[in-house]
C-alpha cells in the first residue's frame, strides 16, 4: 500500500513538471488545448530579470562518465530548482577545491576517495564514479545520476527527504541506489532548496505570467498576437484612480 501512494506521489510531481524524464523538455513539447487556453489568457510564462543570481557549477574532472550523462543530470537540475546550474570541465585538488561558481559540484574518477563528499560550508561537493561502476552500462549511468543528484540536494541544503524510498536517501552501500526509481528530486527537498542556497548567493529564478509582468511594469515587448493584445489592454489601464464629481455622486446616491 505504501509503496502504491509513493508511486501516485511521484506521478503527480512528474505531471506537474517537478522531476522525471521529461524534466529537461520544454512545455511547448507537450501541447494540449488547457495549455493553449492558459497561454491566451497569461500571454505564456518568463523569468523575471535579475532574479536568478548566482550559480551552481558542475565541474566535470574524469572521463569514464559520458558527458551526455551530466549534461541530462545538469538540465534537470536547472529546471527543478530555477538556479543557474552550468556544466564544465575542470580538476579537482582534493586538499585544495577549486570552487567555481557559488557552489561547486566535481565530478570525478579517484578509488581512494568515497563515492561521494560533502563540504557545503566550503562550498564544494563531489561525486566519485570509481565507486559508482557497473558491468551493465544502464546501472552505471543511472547510478551517477542518481548521486549527482543526492550530492546537488546536499549541497544545496536538503539533507534528507520526508518521503520514503526518495532521494536523497539513505545509501549506505553503491548497491542501495539501485533500489531507487530514477534521480528525481521530491518535492519537500526542492522546496528547501532557495532558503539555504541564497545563502552562498545562489537564487532562483522567479517565473510569473506575461500578464502579471505588464501588470507589473517589467514586460519585454510583445512577441506575439496574444502578449500583444496583452500588452494593449493593460496599457490601456488608467494609471490615476478614478474619481467620482461630487455632483455625480449626489446624483447616484
Known amino acids: ?25 520544454d512545455d511547448a513539447d ?60 575542470g580538476e579537482f585538488d582534493v586538499m585544495k577545491p577549486q570552487v567555481r561558481g557559488s557552489l561547486s559540484l566535481f565530478v570525478v574518477d579517484d578509488a581512494a576517495l568515497p563515492a561521494m563528499l560533502a563540504a557545503p560550508d566550503d562550498r564544494w561537493a563531489l561525486v566519485n564514479v570509481a565507486r559508482l561502476r557497473s558491468d551493465r552500462q544502464p546501472f552505471f549511468k543511472a547510478r551517477v545520476q ?17 518521503f520514503p524510498q526518495a532521494l536523497p536517501g539513505a545509501v549506505a552501500k553503491v548497491e542501495d541506489l539501485d533500489a531507487f526509481v530514477d534521480p528525481s528530486l521530491p518535492m519537500d527537498v526542492l522546496a528547501r532548496l532557495p532558503a539555504y542556497a541564497k545563502a552562498f548567493g545562489v537564487t532562483p529564478a522567479v517565473i510569473t505570467t506575461y500578464r502579471n509582468a505588464c501588470l507589473q511594469g517589467w514586460a519585454p ?15 490601456a489601464m488608467p494609471t490615476e484612480p478614478i474619481r467620482i464629481a461630487p455632483e455625480a455622486k449626489k446624483v447616484s446616491d
Not at 5 to 20: E, K, M, Q, R, S
Not at 40 to 61: F, H, M, S, W, Y
Open 146 to 162: 542518481k548521486e549527482l543528484s543526492r550530492a546537488f540536494a546536499i549541497l544545496c541544503g536538503a539533507f534528507a527527504t520526508t
Open 30 to 89: 507537450k501541447p494540449s488545448a488547457g495549455r493553449e487556453r492558459i497561454m491566451a489568457i497569461t500571454g505564456g510564462r518568463l523569468a523575471k530579470p535579475g532574479t536568478q543570481r548566482g550559480e551552481v557549477a558542475v565541474v566535470d574532472c574524469q572521463k569514464s562518465a559520458d558527458r551526455a550523462w551530466l549534461d541530462e543530470s545538469v538540465a534537470y537540475f536547472g529546471k527543478c530548482s530555477r538556479f543557474k546550474v552550468t556544466l564544465s570541465q
Open 221 to 235: 515587448p510583445p512577441t506575439n498576437d496574444v502578449q500583444k493584445a496583452i500588452w494593449d489592454k493593460v496599457h
Open 1 to 25: 500500500m505504501r509503496n502504491t501512494v509513493l508511486a501516485a506521489v511521484f506521478a503527480a510531481c512528474a505531471a506537474a513538471g517537478c522531476f522525471g524524464a521529461d524534466a529537461g523538455k
